[in-house]
């Protein structure tokens, strides 16, 4: 079992930057990825970005290249999301999630096995 914990979020105006982390206990394995996804009001969950665990690969899902970067400390079982240039469609929760499983080609929130509680991040424009 792993617990996420995400934190870092809240309000900014367009154009500004968060940095999102998610703490990381339990079960992590060197063959995990661990991943930020996000869900406004009304729409579905969107993949944003994920990272291999034991490093060798990052994703980003087109809205965000760019603008955003995944990043982690192994020492710390931390996973960051760097937000910069921020727009108003940014605006939704975002939550960490794991999978065991970790692969570049797994973005769909269905493959991750593991889910924080998320944490609102609201762009005004």
């Known amino acids: 079992q792993a617990q996420l914990v995400e934190s870092g979020g809240g309000l900014v105006q367009a154009g500004g930057s968060l940095r999102l982390s998610c703490a990381a206990s339990?079960?992590?394995?060197?063959?995990?990825?661990l991943g930020w996804f996000r869900q406004a009001p009304g729409k579905d969950r969107e993949f944003v970005a994920l990272?291999?665990?034991?490093?060798?690969?990052?994703v980003y899902g087109d809205s965000v290249k760019g603008r955003f970067t995944i990043s982690k400390d192994n020492a710390k079982n931390t996973v960051y999301l760097q937000m910069n240039s921020l727009k108003p469609e940014d605006t939704a929760v975002y939550y960490c999630?794991?999978?065991?499983?970790?692969?570049?080609?797994?973005?769909?929130?269905?493959?991750?096995?593991?889910w924080g509680q998320g944490t609102q991040v609201t762009v005004s424009s």
């Open positions: 999630a794991a999978d065991t499983l970790g692969s570049r080609y797994r973005t769909r929130p269905s493959m991750f096995d593991y």
């Open positions: 990272i291999g665990w034991s490093g060798g690969y990052t």
């Open positions: 339990g079960r992590t394995s060197s063959r995990s990825s």
